[in-house]
Protein backbone atom coordinates (compact mmCIF):
# COMPACT_ATOMS: atom_id res chain seq x y z
CA UNK A 1 0.00 0.00 0.00
CA UNK A 2 1.10 3.59 -0.81
CA UNK A 3 2.05 5.37 2.40
CA UNK A 4 0.03 8.69 0.94
CA UNK A 5 -2.85 8.21 -2.06
CA UNK A 6 -4.91 10.74 -3.91
CA UNK A 7 -7.12 10.62 -6.87
CA UNK A 8 -5.17 11.62 -9.78
CA UNK A 9 -7.84 13.21 -11.69
CA UNK A 10 -7.75 15.41 -14.01
CA UNK A 11 -10.24 17.98 -12.38
CA UNK A 12 -12.05 19.99 -15.02
CA UNK A 13 -13.90 23.03 -13.74
CA UNK A 14 -14.97 26.54 -14.70
CA UNK A 15 -13.32 29.30 -13.35
CA UNK A 16 -15.45 30.12 -10.39
CA UNK A 17 -16.04 26.84 -9.08
CA UNK A 18 -14.96 25.41 -5.53
CA UNK A 19 -13.19 21.64 -6.32
CA UNK A 20 -11.97 19.72 -3.08
CA UNK A 21 -9.23 17.47 -3.69
CA UNK A 22 -8.81 14.43 -1.03
CA UNK A 23 -5.92 12.24 0.36
CA UNK A 24 -5.09 9.75 2.57
CA UNK A 25 -1.89 8.56 4.49
CA UNK A 26 -1.42 4.68 5.73
CA UNK A 27 0.73 5.55 8.77
CA UNK A 28 -0.38 6.89 12.13
CA UNK A 29 2.96 8.21 13.40
CA UNK A 30 2.59 10.64 10.49
CA UNK A 31 3.46 13.94 12.22
CA UNK A 32 3.15 17.00 9.24
CA UNK A 33 1.36 17.26 6.28
CA UNK A 34 1.03 20.02 3.40
CA UNK A 35 -0.13 20.69 0.02
CA UNK A 36 2.22 21.46 -2.88
CA UNK A 37 1.37 22.78 -5.74
CA UNK A 38 3.58 21.81 -9.38
CA UNK A 39 3.28 23.63 -12.13
CA UNK A 40 4.49 22.01 -15.73
CA UNK A 41 8.08 21.55 -15.65
CA UNK A 42 8.36 23.70 -12.48
CA UNK A 43 9.71 22.22 -8.98
CA UNK A 44 6.81 21.94 -6.42
CA UNK A 45 6.13 24.68 -4.50
CA UNK A 46 4.72 24.78 -0.89
CA UNK A 47 0.39 25.88 -0.96
CA UNK A 48 0.18 25.38 2.54
CA UNK A 49 0.89 23.57 5.62
CA UNK A 50 -2.16 21.55 6.96
CA UNK A 51 -2.85 21.61 11.10
CA UNK A 52 -4.91 19.73 12.99
CA UNK A 53 -7.59 22.65 13.54
CA UNK A 54 -7.96 22.85 10.21
CA UNK A 55 -6.63 26.56 8.14
CA UNK A 56 -7.30 28.96 5.56
CA UNK A 57 -5.42 30.84 3.38
CA UNK A 58 -7.79 33.09 1.16
CA UNK A 59 -10.13 30.87 -0.91
CA UNK A 60 -7.80 27.74 0.19
CA UNK A 61 -9.01 25.69 3.00
CA UNK A 62 -6.87 22.43 4.60
CA UNK A 63 -8.85 20.10 6.74
CA UNK A 64 -6.75 17.14 8.63
CA UNK A 65 -8.63 14.12 9.88
CA UNK A 66 -6.05 12.12 12.14
CA UNK A 67 -8.86 9.36 13.04
CA UNK A 68 -9.56 8.66 9.30
CA UNK A 69 -6.12 9.49 8.10
CA UNK A 70 -7.50 12.15 5.69
CA UNK A 71 -6.22 15.37 3.82
CA UNK A 72 -8.22 17.90 2.24
CA UNK A 73 -7.61 20.91 0.41
CA UNK A 74 -10.43 23.05 -0.63
CA UNK A 75 -10.19 25.74 -3.66
CA UNK A 76 -12.94 28.13 -3.92
CA UNK A 77 -14.06 30.69 -6.60
CA UNK A 78 -11.09 29.05 -8.66
CA UNK A 79 -9.25 30.87 -11.05
CA UNK A 80 -7.20 30.24 -14.21
CA UNK A 81 -4.18 30.65 -12.82
CA UNK A 82 -5.05 27.73 -10.28
CA UNK A 83 -4.59 25.21 -12.65
CA UNK A 84 -1.80 22.80 -11.24
CA UNK A 85 -0.85 19.27 -10.05
CA UNK A 86 -1.54 19.46 -6.41
CA UNK A 87 0.61 16.97 -3.70
CA UNK A 88 -0.16 15.65 -1.00
CA UNK A 89 3.11 15.43 1.68
CA UNK A 90 3.18 13.70 4.45
CA UNK A 91 5.82 13.88 6.60
CA UNK A 92 6.67 10.55 9.28
CA UNK A 93 9.27 11.64 11.94
CA UNK A 94 10.30 7.97 12.51
CA UNK A 95 11.52 7.87 8.48
CA UNK A 96 12.39 11.56 8.62
CA UNK A 97 11.27 11.42 5.45
CA UNK A 98 8.62 13.35 3.47
CA UNK A 99 5.97 11.01 1.36
CA UNK A 100 4.22 12.56 -2.21
CA UNK A 101 1.32 11.28 -3.28
CA UNK A 102 0.89 11.20 -7.10
CA UNK A 103 -0.82 14.25 -7.01
CA UNK A 104 -4.26 15.89 -8.55
CA UNK A 105 -4.37 17.17 -11.57
CA UNK A 106 -6.49 20.52 -12.05
CA UNK A 107 -7.45 22.51 -14.89
CA UNK A 108 -9.40 25.54 -14.45
CA UNK A 109 -11.35 26.38 -17.85
CA UNK A 110 -12.46 29.74 -18.91
CA UNK B 1 11.59 31.34 2.38
CA UNK B 2 15.11 29.54 1.58
CA UNK B 3 16.78 30.04 -2.07
CA UNK B 4 17.85 27.00 -3.68
CA UNK B 5 20.27 27.56 -6.89
CA UNK B 6 20.00 23.94 -8.45
CA UNK B 7 22.07 23.68 -11.85
CA UNK B 8 22.12 22.28 -14.41
CA UNK B 9 18.75 22.90 -15.33
CA UNK B 10 19.18 20.51 -17.89
CA UNK B 11 21.37 17.68 -20.37
CA UNK B 12 21.40 15.68 -22.76
CA UNK B 13 23.86 12.79 -21.79
CA UNK B 14 25.31 9.92 -23.63
CA UNK B 15 24.70 6.50 -21.69
CA UNK B 16 27.46 5.47 -19.18
CA UNK B 17 28.73 8.89 -18.61
CA UNK B 18 28.12 10.68 -15.63
CA UNK B 19 26.84 14.23 -14.64
CA UNK B 20 26.85 15.63 -10.93
CA UNK B 21 24.31 18.38 -10.64
CA UNK B 22 24.87 21.03 -7.80
CA UNK B 23 22.62 22.86 -5.36
CA UNK B 24 23.31 26.43 -3.36
CA UNK B 25 21.08 27.32 -0.83
CA UNK B 26 21.31 30.59 0.91
CA UNK B 27 21.04 29.86 3.99
CA UNK B 28 23.02 27.14 6.29
CA UNK B 29 20.84 23.99 6.69
CA UNK B 30 21.58 20.82 8.62
CA UNK B 31 20.06 18.02 6.03
CA UNK B 32 19.54 18.10 1.96
CA UNK B 33 17.22 15.78 0.24
CA UNK B 34 17.67 14.76 -2.96
CA UNK B 35 14.33 13.56 -5.16
CA UNK B 36 14.26 11.98 -8.63
CA UNK B 37 10.84 12.41 -10.16
CA UNK B 38 10.38 10.28 -13.32
CA UNK B 39 7.66 11.21 -15.99
CA UNK B 40 4.43 11.30 -14.77
CA UNK B 41 5.30 10.38 -11.72
CA UNK B 42 5.23 12.15 -7.94
CA UNK B 43 8.94 12.50 -6.00
CA UNK B 44 10.41 10.04 -4.93
CA UNK B 45 13.57 10.44 -1.96
CA UNK B 46 17.18 9.04 -3.03
CA UNK B 47 18.80 10.08 -0.16
CA UNK B 48 19.61 12.55 2.91
CA UNK B 49 22.90 14.37 2.88
CA UNK B 50 24.13 15.70 6.42
CA UNK B 51 27.05 17.49 6.44
CA UNK B 52 30.45 15.46 8.25
CA UNK B 53 28.71 12.92 7.22
CA UNK B 54 27.93 9.85 4.59
CA UNK B 55 24.61 10.45 2.87
CA UNK B 56 21.84 8.09 4.11
CA UNK B 57 20.38 6.20 0.91
CA UNK B 58 17.02 4.89 0.62
CA UNK B 59 15.62 1.37 -0.65
CA UNK B 60 16.61 0.83 -4.07
CA UNK B 61 19.73 3.60 -4.33
CA UNK B 62 22.35 2.76 -3.74
CA UNK B 63 25.98 5.31 -3.03
CA UNK B 64 28.20 3.71 -6.07
CA UNK B 65 25.06 4.88 -8.83
CA UNK B 66 24.47 8.27 -6.85
CA UNK B 67 27.42 9.35 -4.67
CA UNK B 68 26.86 12.20 -3.25
CA UNK B 69 28.91 15.52 -1.54
CA UNK B 70 28.21 17.36 1.78
CA UNK B 71 31.38 19.68 2.21
CA UNK B 72 29.60 22.17 4.00
CA UNK B 73 26.67 23.25 5.39
CA UNK B 74 25.27 25.35 1.59
CA UNK B 75 26.01 22.90 -0.59
CA UNK B 76 25.66 19.37 -1.92
CA UNK B 77 25.94 17.20 -5.14
CA UNK B 78 24.34 14.30 -6.38
CA UNK B 79 26.54 12.15 -9.49
CA UNK B 80 24.35 10.31 -11.16
CA UNK B 81 27.08 7.14 -12.43
CA UNK B 82 27.38 5.64 -15.29
CA UNK B 83 24.22 6.25 -16.54
CA UNK B 84 21.35 4.24 -18.62
CA UNK B 85 18.31 5.41 -19.99
CA UNK B 86 16.34 4.51 -17.42
CA UNK B 87 17.75 7.16 -15.11
CA UNK B 88 16.05 10.19 -17.34
CA UNK B 89 14.52 12.02 -14.88
CA UNK B 90 14.11 14.95 -12.77
CA UNK B 91 15.94 15.48 -9.61
CA UNK B 92 15.40 18.03 -7.10
CA UNK B 93 17.12 19.14 -4.11
CA UNK B 94 15.27 20.27 -0.99
CA UNK B 95 15.87 21.59 2.47
CA UNK B 96 13.92 22.26 5.60
CA UNK B 97 12.58 25.91 5.52
CA UNK B 98 12.32 26.92 8.71
CA UNK B 99 10.94 30.42 7.29
CA UNK B 100 8.06 28.60 5.76
CA UNK B 101 7.43 25.23 8.15
CA UNK B 102 7.67 23.18 4.96
CA UNK B 103 10.25 21.95 2.41
CA UNK B 104 11.88 24.29 -0.43
CA UNK B 105 12.94 22.45 -3.56
CA UNK B 106 15.50 23.55 -5.96
CA UNK B 107 14.36 24.57 -9.60
CA UNK B 108 15.25 20.86 -10.59
CA UNK B 109 17.34 19.46 -13.23
CA UNK B 110 15.90 17.51 -15.90
CA UNK B 111 18.43 14.56 -17.42
CA UNK B 112 17.70 13.18 -20.57
CA UNK B 113 20.28 10.06 -21.16
CA UNK B 114 20.37 9.03 -25.06
Known amino acids: RKEVEQDPGPFNVPEGATVAFNCTYSNSASQSFFWYRQDCRKEPKLLMSVYSSGNEDGRFTAQLNRASQYISLLIRDSKLSDSATYLCVVFQTGANNLFFGTGTRLTVIP | SAVISQKPSRDICQRGTSLTIQCQVDSQVTMMFWYRQQPGQSLTLIATANQGSEATYESGFVIDKFPISRPNLTFSTLTVSNMSPEDSSIYLC???????????FGSGTRLTVV
Open chain 2, 94 to 104: SVEDGSVYGYT
